[in-house]
């Protein structure tokens, strides 16, 4: 019988890193995969339809809201933000591991609905650091970046919530940490070596 995929929720604040640590993380292994999201935010420079994300208009989100297509989805920076749920649910049948890179309400709702989830919060080194990130990002206006550093603020209050924490100081440590917690999590589930 193959193995048993899974779920992990990896959350960050706007600007630690997040997506940058799952491109090493799909480098180092075969087994991952990202889940795709749905989105009403405009797509910045670079920003590929059906790659980074679906953007979509409000009435069809919420006309997706409705069908309960969604696994979960949240209102981030006056946008809507959600996960298609049948690409990931089908990804973890495969025995794939399946990444959904969400803020922290998804978050907290991916946890409730499925309970065998990883959760991993991935944390800013400190604020500073978060903050010349987005600026150098050059992707937000300033009004925009103080929203977000206030979102991010909320977002390390409840770290606690989630099952790991890991501090992206280094990006190779990062992603070495979350590889350890990918192959024991593995482990546990599938209960083989
Ligand atoms: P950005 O606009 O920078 O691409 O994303 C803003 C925030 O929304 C980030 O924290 C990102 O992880 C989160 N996000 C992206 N896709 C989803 C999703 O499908 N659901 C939820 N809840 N958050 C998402």
Redesign the pocket.
């Known amino acids: 019988m193959g193995n048993k995929g899974m779920i992990v929720i990896l ?4 600007g630690c890193g ?1 997506d940058t640590v799952f491109k090493e993380i799909a480098k180092r292994r075969d087994d991952v995969c990202e ?1 795709v ?3 009403t ?1 405009a797509p910045r420079e670079g920003e590929i339809n059906g790659i980074n ?1 679906y953007f979509i208009s409000k009435s069809e989100f919420e006309r997706k809201i409705e069908n309960n297509e969604f696994l ?3 209102n ?2 006056d ?1 809507y ?3 298609p749920a049948a690409p990931a649910l089908a990804n973890v049948e495969a025995g794939k591991i399946c990444f ?4 922290r ?3 907290q709702k991916v946890m409730k609905r499925c309970p065998d989830a990883v959760s991993i919060f991935l944390m800013p080194p400190d604020m500073k650091t978060l903050e010349q990130r987005l600026k150098k990002r050059n992707t937000e206006s300033d009004d925009a970046i103080l929203n977000r550093m206030k979102i991010a603020r909320e977002e390390i209050k409840s770290s606690g919530e989630f099952d790991y924490i890991v501090v992206n100081n280094e990006l190779e440590k990062a992603v070495d940490e979350i590889n350890e917690i990918l192959t024991s999590e593995l482990k546990k589930r599938n209960n083989s070596l």
């Not at 959350?11 to 706007?14: C, G, I, K, R």
């Not at 959904?100 to 803020?103: D, F, K, M």
């Open positions: 959350s960050a604040p706007s997040k889940s999201s749905a989105t935010r994300y979960e989805y949240a981030y920076a946008c933000y959600g996960t959904l890179i969400i803020e309400k998804g978050a």
